[in-house]
């Protein structure tokens, strides 16, 4: 069955932050790709994966298609489960991976 | 056809009468029948001329209109028929060129050629051809007729010249002269037949003549005239002997108000209205127009007299004049002085000849009376000269005789007192008294010179000759005068040789002259000789007195001897005189029939002569020598005395006060009196005249100055302006002392800029006081002034006072100093010397300029500005400015303080301060550099290499050089400044900015100078000067890096002594595969504490493993815990037995201090058969954890630390280890938290051990640190070792099968992660075994059976001790997705990023994909 995914989509004045929470799977990017794509390429959008447990290729190539049209930063804590998976996939060469926002 | 000949009609007009013809053009004949053919020529059409005046130019030639006459109505019949002789008559007068006319048969026939139309016959051509003569000229036929019948009759030719005839020719009777003879042509017969004229003009030459007569003759007489009325007699008798061109003549002259008065006429009998007597200014129905003439002066003609004034006289001529010329007067200066009025020969038409003959006439007229007048005006003012000089010597004679009698009451009593021998004067009235009678004399001399020549002017002076002995008396009376010549240094040389006869003079007149002169030549000549001659000159003698005097200048001979004059010289002994001396030598040489001259050169000298003749007879008796003139020339003379004065101590000795008076007058007496009052009070210098009084006021400085005013040379206001000039002198209150009285005179002196003004004579009261005022007023005004001056120069500050516009014009001492301009230099004028240059330093100058314009505009400013010392320095200036208003002046006070040092000091010591700062927060070597460097470079403005060539190796790296030739003259440079220990500058290739300045790229400076052994170097940005501040500093700066870097590199060095040291006594680093251990002290940097690990390799393959807890931390338990892991290595190699070495280590725990209270486990492990012995000295309890999961503490065998109870014996315990058991043994800063029990957090360690079993030791360590100890958090020594037992142990299974569709991901992700967690795999590393498997998964189920028919999805897991495998695999087909390019080639890219190894293997079959992990961490 289908993980729902949790995503709490915050507009800032600067930004939009989007909050996910949960597994993101070949079978809910659908709806990260629909929120994802609404945000305009001048608009910086911020992705926290914190809460995230579960990221694979599906997920991650979102991040890419977004890191190549508009601006994307996407928040990982160094504790963080799928920190690394992020390293891995090297998305800090096209979008900004950050440990923390600054208001957090 | 036939001429229609009307007769000519007289027209009468204004001109007179005059003909016009008036009847139509005589028509061309026609052809061949005309004269044409006889005469030749082409038929021509006459025109007929028709006019007032002459034949117009443009008719045809009389030839012509010959040719085409109709000759047959004329006496002379058709020219076919003229006899041979009339036709060559015709021929011959025709072609010639004189004027010629002839008249042929008895009516004589008028023929004349082009000559004779074109002189006389005038508008009469054409219709006189063929006329009779007696009518062509019927005006004149009376004349003609006689003339005509004699030659006529006679046969014989007449002669006429000039003959006077009224001609009609030109349209009016005209007065014309002709020189004309009528001879006879003789007919066949031989008697005449026909009458030849040849005739020429002569009115112009007759009339020209005439008139020119006129003017000569009233030239000549003119010149003879002088007063007005002679000029006007003469114009008269001129003006009226020529009546034809004059018929009348009127001159008035304007007076002031222009009415003109009439002051001349001819050839009208007076009274007659056409000759008013006067003709007001203002009159318009005047007989003449006189306004006009004056307002707007030019000829006009006036042409109605008959209108005017009737009939006038008719001249010469029969027939009035109709009109008159006015012609102006010209006067000098504006406006005519007068105009003439010439009545017109009616008989001549006005033409251009004419008008100029009035107008020269006017000229004439005009000079005679500007120069009558001229005269006029020269004899009234000579006349009032003379006038002038009769009343002056009435006056000077009348006054003079008032003066004698005081006179006379002066000098007698005065002669008494002065002779009183009975009761005689002190000394110091005789002095006053001799002054006053010297004084008294000389005035008298004077008066009786003025009276004597009065008297001569008046002529009641005579000379009382007698016969004398002239040569006698002469030397008798030079030798009186010796004294005087002789006093004043000068030589006298005379000559008087014996004369053959006496000579009749009078002896006191003669020693008047004689006197005069030497008394003249003495006053000036300053030096050199005089000479007397007196010599025979035959009929007269001659006396000359020569002398080498300044001489006299050329333009002044003639005037000297004028009475009164005085020739303004230059240098004399005394100006005093009245300028009568040698008129009156004159004077009395006249009287004798004699005469006085000079030659004088000036500069050289000069020679007075008088000439005498020896005379006849005497007039007067020989009289005894009457009270003489000698002695009172002499004492005058004496008193011009020499240049050295009477001994100013005399007057100086006297006095106590501190003033000194400069007393300055050409008159010897006078300076005496004043030196005499004023000494008493003052102390009193005394000069002679300007030049020798500015000399002694430069050297002597008086505190005032009393100066005549009327002095030679330099007088009073010379003398003034010249010590106003001066600075020294210009303050000096100067006092003049005048004989010219009255306001006036007072006013201009003070003007000039004397102080003060005293008339002669003056009271010595006055004087005193006035002297006294001036000299109190001058001290207070000095004294301020002094005061002030010196106020400013005791000033440490440098100051200096500018006017409005900011031009300096007074510094004082300091601040010359202080910029190296002083007060010889003044006034400075903006931009001032010391500005910044403006081409080498802009922003400075600039920057000077501003504060300077500041400080002008708003009359303050202040502030610290660069500025030039004049010797080239550059130095700071602190600059404030204030203004102050002077009375209706702003000037400015500028205070200066030179702050360069201490701008300097500031920043060096700031540049130092920081640069130490900064230096002391650097750490370790490489940071000292780093710092160093970057602030070097900051504070220089340049790139900051170095070079150090430690001994320490690892010690800081040299910074690489830049390329290029900036490298090696770095590297030059600072090699340099390496071996010599000095700053080395490295100059720049380009230009000089400046003289003496050098531009540099860089400098280098050794690190240490002692040591050698490195060197900085700056590379400036842009080429730039560099100041010894700068390369002192720079030098200070390098030195104080070099040392920071040496101390790092100790500290560097002790630290890694620290290390090493630390490090030994530290259990080893490495340790067997299967034992992980960590190690972290609690007091940093030390690396090591309290706590303590051993692994030590025992014989038999078997572990030892200690862990040990001193009490307290740092160096001191550190100290403690060497001694102690030493010692329980070695009983450990010793002894077998945990118990046995623990017993040992009480024992040896004892000697050690602080070793008392240590905690210890140690154990054994023996892989033989798989036990672990143990010993624990109250240590906390291991941990021993199966790869299954089941946990155990080994509490056995508690007991006391170590030394508590020496020699307790202690016991030990076995546990058995399984293959892939992990024993975890620790201190308890890993398990310690503030807050809790000991159990909670060994229950923490315990679960986090069973979370991660499955970790291989050393990831495990790991993990239990990071997630146990967070760093900041460490507060106690952690010590942690970790074993796993090796073998063989079975690994954990997983396998699970679902259909490979998307909604199974989930779930498959969720019982693997549990299978995970459940069996030890720590969740970072689960986690990413979760996403590398799911991306497989998801790969499967997205490719392998594309079909649509779902397939298969395998998954299977093993997990070992340190390792985890994964595999997933389908039985589809899977496309190997392309590496690039596609998101989907991330998923390889993930699982082989988040595993040691994944492995796809793609068969027909399906699928596989191999995933293993090392369990690390890292």
Redesign the interface.
């Known amino acids: ?3 729902r995914l949790a995503m709490d989509v915050v507009e800032e004045p600067e930004a939009v932050v989007i909050r996910l929470a949960g ?1 993101v ?3 809910n990017v659908g709806q990260l790709r629909a929120t994802v794509s609404q945000v305009a390429a001048g608009t910086l959008l911020v992705v926290d994966v914190n809460e995230v ?6 997920g ?2 979102v991040l ?2 977004r890191a190549k049209r508009g601006r994307l930063e996407v928040v990982a804590a160094p504790g963080c ?2 920190r ?2 992020l390293e ?2 090297a998305i800090g060469q096209l979008a900004t991976l950050s440990d923390s926002r600054p208001d957090d | 056809m036939s001429q229609d000949r009307g007769p000519l009609e007289p027209a009468n007009d204004a001109l007179g009468p005059h003909y016009a013809y008036a009847g139509p053009a005589p028509a061309p004949a026609r052809p061949g029948e005309g004269a044409g053919a006889t005469l030749g020529g082409p038929a021509a059409g006459a025109e007929g001329g028709q006019g007032t005046s002459r034949p117009s130019a443009g008719s045809g030639s009389v030839a012509e209109v010959m040719a085409g006459w109709d000759w047959a109505s004329t006496p002379v019949g058709p020219a076919q028929g003229w006899p041979a002789t009339l036709r060559t008559m015709v021929q011959v007068v025709l072609a010639s060129r004189f004027p010629m006319w002839m008249g042929w048969g008895p009516e004589l026939t008028f023929f004349y050629n082009d000559a004779y139309r074109r002189d006389t016959l005038g508008v009469k051509h054409p219709w006189a051809l063929g006329r009779p003569a007696r009518e062509v000229w019927a005006e004149i036929w009376p004349d003609l007729e006689p003339r005509v019948a004699a030659v006529m009759e006679s046969g014989s030719a007449t002669w006429d010249q000039a003959l006077l005839l009224y001609l009609q020719r030109s349209g009016y009777r005209e007065e014309t002269y002709h020189t004309f003879s009528y001879s006879p042509v003789p007919g066949p017969d031989g008697a005449p037949e026909g009458l030849l004229c040849v005739v020429t003009e002569e009115t112009g030459r007759v009339i020209g003549e005439r008139r020119m007569t006129t003017l000569r003759q009233l030239a000549s007489e003119l010149s003879g005239t002088r007063t007005e009325a002679e000029v006007f007699a003469a114009v008269r008798s001129r003006l009226s002997q020529n009546r034809r061109d004059l018929p009348f003549t009127l001159v008035y002259a304007y007076d002031a108000e222009g009415r003109a008065s009439l002051v001349s006429s001819t050839g009208l009998q007076l009274p007659h209205p056409a000759a008013p007597e006067q003709i007001g200014p203002g009159a318009t129905e005047a007989a003449w127009p006189a306004g006009v003439m004056r307002s707007e002066p030019r000829l006009l003609v006036v042409d109605d007299l008959r209108r005017r004034f009737g009939q006038l006289p008719a001249g010469a001529c029969d027939e009035p004049p109709s009109a008159a010329a006015v012609v102006p007067l010209a006067g000098r200066g504006e406006g005519p002085s007068g105009f003439l009025v010439a009545g017109l020969n009616p008989y001549r038409a006005f033409d251009s000849q004419y008008e100029g003959f009035l107008e020269l006439l006017a000229g004439q007229v005009a000079a005679g009376l500007a120069s009558a007048r001229a005269y006029d005006a020269e004899r009234r003012r000579a006349e009032s000269l003379a006038e002038l000089d009769r009343a002056k010597t009435e006056f000077f004679s009348n006054v003079s005789h008032e003066f004698r009698t005081p006179l006379t009451l002066i000098l007698g009593p005065v002669e008494d007192s002065l002779n009183d021998n009975v009761d005689p004067l002190p000394s110091a009235q005789v002095a006053r008294l001799e002054v006053v009678r010297r004084n008294a004399r000389r005035l008298r001399r004077l008066v009786n010179d003025m009276l004597d020549f009065a008297r001569i002017e008046g002529g009641r002076l005579q000379a009382e000759t007698v016969p004398t002995d002239l040569d006698a008396l002469t030397r008798d009376v030079v030798a009186s005068f010796a004294p005087a010549i002789e006093q004043a240094d000068l030589g006298l040389e005379v000559e008087c040789a014996a004369l053959p006869r006496p000579v009749v003079v009078d002896p006191d007149m003669w020693e008047k002259i004689v006197l005069n002169l030497l008394s003249n030549a003495l006053k000036f000549t300053l030096e050199g000789t005089i000479r007397v001659s007196l010599t025979d000159g035959g009929d007269h003698v001659c006396l000359s007195v020569s002398d080498t005097g300044v001489g006299v200048p050329a333009n002044q001979l003639p005037l000297l001897f004028q009475r009164f004059h005085r020739a303004p010289l230059s240098a004399a002994r005394s100006h005093e005189g009245t300028g009568i001396g040698l008129a009156l030598v004159h004077e009395l040489a006249r009287l004798h029939g004699g005469t006085a001259g000079v030659q004088s050169t000036e500069g050289e000298g000069s020679n007075f002569w008088v000439r005498l003749p020896y005379g006849e007879r005497g007039t007067g008796t020989a009289v005894p020598q009457r009270d003489s003139a000698r002695q009172a020339y002499l004492d005058e003379a004496l008193q011009w005395g020499p240049a050295t004065e009477v001994a100013p101590e005399d007057f100086a000795s006297a006095r106590t006060a501190e003033a000194t008076v400069l007393v300055v007058d050409d008159n010897p007496d006078m300076r005496a009196h004043l030196a005499r009052l004023m000494s008493p009070y003052w102390r009193v210098v005394l000069a002679k005249d300007g030049e020798h009084a500015l000399a002694l006021a430069r050297v002597q400085r008086p505190d005032l100055v009393l100066t005549d005013v009327m002095m030679p040379g330099l007088d009073g206001f010379g003398l003034l302006e010249a010590l106003r000039a001066d600075r020294e002198t210009a303050t000096v209150p100067v006092i003049f002392l005048s004989a010219r009285a009255g306001e006036e005179a007072a006013v201009e002196g003070l003007e000039a800029g004397a102080d003060d003004y005293l008339v002669k004579p003056f009271s010595a009261v006055e004087l005193l006081a006035r002297v006294r005022s001036n000299l109190e007023l001058a001290r207070l005004r000095n004294r301020d002034a002094a005061w002030r001056a010196a106020l400013v120069e005791s000033l440490s500050e440098g100051v200096a006072v500018m006017g409005p516009s900011g031009t300096v014009t007074e510094v004082n001492a300091a601040f010359s100093q202080v910029l190296g301009y002083g007060s010889d230099g003044l006034p400075y004028e903006m931009p001032y010397p010391w500005f910044p240059d403006p081409v080498c330093e802009p922003e400075d100058h600039a920057r000077m300029l501003a504060v300077m314009g500041t400080a002008l505009r708003h009359g303050r400013c202040g502030g610290v500005v660069p500025a030039r010392h004049r010797d080239g320095r550059r130095i700071h200036l602190e600059v404030s400015v204030v203004s102050v208003d002077d009375e209706d002046e702003r000037r400015f006070v500028m205070a200066v303080r030179d702050v360069t040092a201490d701008l300097l000091a500031t920043e060096r010591e700031a540049a130092l301060a920081r640069f130490g700062m900064r230096l002391a927060e650097a750490g370790d070597v490489r940071q000292v550099q780093e710092v160093g460097l970057d602030e070097l470079g900051r504070l220089f403005g340049a790139d900051a290499h170095l070079e150090w060539h430690a001994a320490v190796p690892g010690a800081g790296p040299s910074a690489a050089v830049g390329a290029g030739e900036s490298q090696r003259t770095g590297a030059e440079a600072m090699d340099a400044a390496r071996e010599t220990g000095r700053v080395v500058l490295i100059p720049g290739a380009e230009a000089v900015f400046g003289p003496d300045e050098q531009w540099y790229t860089g400098m280098a400076a050794p690190l240490e100078p002692a040591a050698h052994d490195g060197a900085v170097w700056l590379s400036f940005a842009t080429l730039r000067r560099v100041s010894l501040e700068d390369r002192a500093l720079f030098g200070l700066l390098s030195g104080y890096l070099g040392q920071a870097m040496r101390r790092a590199q100790l500290f560097d060095d002790s630290k890694a002594v620290a290390t090493a040291l630390q490090r030994s006594i530290l259990g080893p680093q490495e340790t067997p595969a299967a034992v992980a251990v960590h190690y972290a002290p609690a007091v940093r940097p030390l690396e090591v504490g309290g706590d303590w690990y051993d692994v030590v390799e025992l014989p038999d393959g078997r572990l030892g493993l200690v862990v040990g807890d001193c009490v307290g931390r740092g160096l001191q338990a550190a100290t403690v815990m060497g001694q102690l892991r030493s010692a329980c290595r070695a009983l450990l190699l010793q002894m077998s037995s945990p118990a046995q070495v623990l017993s040992a280590l009480d024992t040896f725990a004892e000697r050690v201090p602080g070793a008392a209270c240590t905690t210890v486990f140690c154990g054994v492990l023996d892989p033989r058969d798989d036990s672990l012995r143990f010993c624990s000295a109250g240590h906390l309890p291991a941990a021993l954890v199966s790869f299954d999961g089941a946990a155990k503490l080994l509490n056995h065998n508690q007991s006391l630390p170590l030394g508590v109870l020496p020699g307790t014996q202690r016991s030990e315990a076995a546990e058995q280890v399984a293959p892939g058991a992990l024993l975890v043994v620790y201190t308890d800063g890993l398990v310690e938290r503030r807050g809790e029990t000991i159990d909670v957090g060994i229950g923490r360690l315990v679960d986090a051990v069973r979370e991660a079993r499955a970790l291989t030791p050393r990831a495990l360590t790991l993990y239990l640190t990071r997630l146990l100890v967070p760093d900041d958090a460490q507060k106690d020594d952690v010590a942690l070792v970790v074993y796993r037992q090796p073998g063989e142990v079975a690994a954990a299974r997983f396998a699970v099968t679902v259909e490979a569709v ?2 199974e ?3 498959l ?1 969720r019982q693997l992660c549990a299978w995970l967690h459940q069996h030890g795999v720590d ?2 590393s689960a ?2 075994l ?2 590398a498997c ?2 497989a998964c ?1 790969n499967a ?2 490719h392998a059976y594309p079909a649509g028919a779902p397939g298969q999805l395998v998954v299977e897991g093993e997990i070992e001790p340190g390792r985890v495998r994964l595999r997933v695999s389908d039985t589809g087909r899977w496309r190997v997705p392309a590496q690039r390019g596609e ?2 080639g ?2 390889l ?2 699982m082989r ?2 595993t040691s190894r994944a492995e796809v293997v793609g068969t027909g079959d399906g699928t596989t994909v191999d995933l293993v992990k090392e369990l690390l961490v890292d």
Request: glycine share 12%; charged share 30%.
């Open positions: 069955m289908t993980e597994d799977d070949m079978t447990g579960y990221l694979d290729s599906a991650i190539a890419f298609e489960p799928i690394r998976v891995v996939v | 998307p909604r991901l989930a779930g992700r969740g970072q986690t990413e979760l996403v799911g991306e998801s189920v997205e998101d989907r991330r998923g890219q993930i990023g988040l």
